[in-house]
């Protein structure tokens, strides 16, 4: 079983930062894609940025410029640093690992439970 735990949500205001972890744990083979996703009330659960097990990023262009994906393939944790963030930011963050479990395993994706953004003054 893979699991992967969020941390790094809160309150913050217009303008501050925040960073956003998730490390996946259990039985894992390989990760390829790894990344972020958000969910505000009312709205579907939308792509924020995704990073290959390369490196190579993608943002939302609502983000761009903005907040910053990485990962640490030896920790297999990816963040989200969030900078000079806004109250439409507001959302419930969730990441996401693609992972085979094993030689010759098609990958699968893994979400976490989420956490809570709010930007608010």
């Known amino acids: 079983q893979v699991r992967l735990l969020e941390s790094g949500g809160g309150l913050v205001q217009p303008g501050e930062s925040l960073r956003l972890s998730c490390a996946a744990s259990g039985s894992i083979f390989r990760i390829n894609n790894m990344g972020w996703y958000r969910q505000a009330p009312g709205d579907q659960r939308d792509l924020v940025a995704r990073i290959t097990a390369g490196g190579s990023t993608y943002y939302a262009e609502s983000v761009e410029g903005r907040f910053t994906i990485s990962r640490d393939n030896a920790k297999n944790t990816v963040y989200l640093q969030m900078d000079n963030l806004r109250p439409e930011d507001t959302a419930i963050y969730y990441c996401?690992?693609?992972?085979?479990?094993?030689?010759?395993?098609?990958?699968?994706?893994?979400w976490g439970q989420g956490t809570q953004v709010t930007v608010s003054s």
């Open positions: 996401y690992a693609e992972v085979s479990i094993a030689w010759g395993d098609s990958a699968r994706r893994y």
